[in-house]
């Protein structure tokens, strides 16, 4: 049985600046920032961590008292867009994450520079209510995650905060999400103690981002980034999702979790990804029902004609991929579990193959039948369809697997690489899409954290 080991986190009051800086120059700081991770392990992730404070420190003082802050990326590993219509989905949070040094203020406003943008500023005494203008701006995420917690019953307030990521933005790792659980993350400890459950904040990340941000997305990205390791999540209920933590160490078992960044990028694409929950929920409304996790599957079989007539053919190639994600994903949870519970090889890997055939199920009906592989309005860009066909033509044939990853359209595929074949894996795709295209990643047993 493969076991993964957790790293601990700091409970202590907030600490000056210097305290921080100490600790870190002098390696306090390594094993925790080592299990997390990150790309060159803990030297280049105190590197990483050291620049942030010193951003910290000259662009809102030294003397400041602050608290060190992690939110992972994600990674969808079954149930691509289900969760919207209350499905099933298999996750895990990544390696590459969201990294925050962030202090209280005596005011309602917020500041927050993060690397390579502009700093944010909102006042949070103004901006109480969604504003379409702003839709689809960061400023709107942090009001909408104030307004979330004010609502819950938690404390808000003002906070001058510095964040570097490594989850690239429009990749389909969720860096949205990852953001979103950032705010809730640094709120839930600089005003409420640490008690803001990541549950909760991936709930509020999901209403700000729905209500303020204008984007109808599911839940699966924010409770993947904020709770942390492989989960198992049952949306039948969304006010009370059920999670199971899946803790099966793939990089142990010799697979690589691989995402080859093909260089498309989401920014434009908000009208594609609406439309997918959009026309499943159409099929679910000739039901009267108001997702396709109420309506049974063989009440679609049995309505095809008069459903192609009302809402389209591709709805309801939609729902029937909605159907068979929700199976696999309970297959590939049971064979995960079984990866988990083997006590020799040969039954380990005879649980992974039945993972990884769900891993390419699922990305033949992605691209077939829920039709997320590339976007309509410009056919010529299919860097995802490459992507999947490099593949296939390295991995075919291997204990591999491949599929879309996340939202899809642009962005980014996923591969569950055998660690002999990393190093071919990674030439052909960097070949294809650019050096350092392809990221070798670890699944990462802590989501959204305060580390010091």
């Known amino acids: 049985m493969s076991t993964v080991h957790p790293i ?34 803990a030297s280049a992730q105190r590197a990483r961590a050291l620049e942030l404070v010193h951003n910290f420190a000259a662009a809102y003082g030294e003397d400041r008292e602050v ?75 942090i009001a909408g995650m104030c307004r979330g917690l004010a609502d819950a019953g938690y404390a808000v307030g003002g906070f001058d905060a510095c964040v570097t990521s490594d989850v ?64 198992a999540i049952d949306f ?22 691989c995402i080859v960044n093909t260089g498309g990028n989401h920014a434009d694409l908000t009208a594609d990804y609406a439309a997918v929950p959009a026309e499943m ?26 459903l192609r007539e009302r809402v389209g053919d591709r709805a309801v190639l939609r729902a029937l991929h909605f159907y068979a994600e929700n199976r696999r994903v309970a297959d590939q949870k049971a064979a995960i579990t079984a990866a988990m519970e083997a006590t020799d090889t040969a039954a380990r890997d005879a649980a992974l193959d039945i993972f990884f055939e769900g891993v390419l199920a699922s990305g033949r009906s992605s691209f077939c039948y829920l039709q997320n592989v590339y976007t309509t309005a410009n056919v010529s860009e299919q860097g995802l369809s490459l992507a999947l066909c490099l593949c296939e033509r390295v991995l075919g044939g291997k204990r591999a697997a491949w599929r879309v990853h996340g939202g899809g359209f642009a962005g980014t595929v996923q591969a569950f690489v055998p660690t002999e074949l990393v190093g071919e894996f990674t030439t052909v795709m960097d070949a294809a899409f650019g050096r350092g295209a392809t990221s070798d990643l670890r699944i990462r047993t802590v989501g959204a954290a305060r580390i010091f």
């Open 67 to 141: 608290v060190l802050l992690t939110v992972a990326g994600r990674s969808e590993l079954s149930g691509n867009h289900t969760d919207h219509n209350h499905g099933c989905v298999i996750a895990a949070s990544i390696s590459l994450d969201m990294l925050c040094v962030a202090s209280r203020r005596e005011d309602s406003i917020i500041r927050l520079a993060s690397n390579g943008f502009d700093e944010e500023v909102v006042d949070i005494s103004a901006y109480t209510e969604p504003d379409s203008a702003k839709f689809g701006t960061s400023n709107a995420l």
């Open 168 to 231: 690239l933005r429009g990749s389909g790792l969720s860096s949205s999400a990852a953001f979103e659980d950032m705010v809730g993350t640094i709120l839930s400890h600089l005003y409420n103690n640490g008690r803001v459950d990541n549950v909760t904040i991936a709930k509020l990340a999901q209403y700000a981002e729905n209500q303020f941000f204008g984007k109808p997305c599911g839940l699966m990205d924010q409770v993947a980034c904020a709770v942390g390791g492989i989960v």
């Open 8 to 41: 601990t986190v700091s409970d202590t009051p907030f600490v000056p600046v210097k305290d921080l800086i100490a600790a870190l120059e002098g390696g306090k700081l390594d094993t925790t920032l080592d299990a997390l991770g990150g790309a060159g392990g």
């Open 281 to 306: 929920k159409a099929v679910a409304a000739a039901f009267g029902k108001a997702v396709l996790r109420d309506v049974p599957e063989s009440d679609v079989l049995g309505a095809i004609p008069t």
């Open 236 to 257: 039948a209920d969304p006010a009370s999702p059920v999670i199971t933590p899946l803790p099966f160490d793939m990089t142990a078992a010799g697979y690589h979790l």
